[in-house]
């Protein structure tokens, strides 16, 4: 079965660290792309980062710039997100999704064109 299991979701005080996990299974990450995602209650879906490529160059939104850092582990077939310094507006589902190299759907914000996603993982910041 092909998908991806994000993991690490957790209640944080503001102010705290957290670090999140984007497992592939039955696929190798090599040949993908991997952008990160949230969805806080009510809101759309919001995009983090694009294109952490299996050399662990991403492209970050600029309002994610600083806090947010997305690394990789190509023998663990994982990605990570950290984040720092979270507050409450942090509060959200935290999604990865996945796209072949040289796609641009994630740039572009046709999300759904991706081709794998998971079902996320919930970040709550909260005192």
């Known amino acids: 079965q092909l998908q991806l299991v994000e993991s690490g979701g957790a209640l944080v005080q503001p102010g705290g660290s957290l670090r999140l996990s984007c497992a592939a299974s039955?696929?190798?990450?090599?040949?993908?792309?991997i952008g990160w995602f949230r969805q806080a209650p009510g809101k759309e879906r919001e995009r983090i980062s694009c294109?952490?490529?299996?050399?662990?160059?991403?492209s970050y939104a600029a309002s994610m710039k600083g806090r947010f850092t997305v690394s990789r582990d190509n023998d663990k077939n994982t990605v990570y997100l950290q984040m720092t310094s979270l507050n409450p507006e942090d509060t959200a589902v935290y999604y990865c999704?996945?796209?072949?190299?040289?796609?641009?759907?994630?740039?572009?914000?046709?999300?759904?064109?991706?081709?794998?996603w998971g079902k996320g993982t919930l970040v709550i910041v909260s005192s």
């Open positions: 999704a996945a796209e072949r190299i040289g796609g641009s759907n994630c740039l572009l914000g046709y999300y759904r064109a991706m081709d794998y």
């Open positions: 039955g696929f190798t990450l090599d040949y993908y792309d």
């Open positions: 294109g952490t490529s299996k050399d662990g160059g991403t």
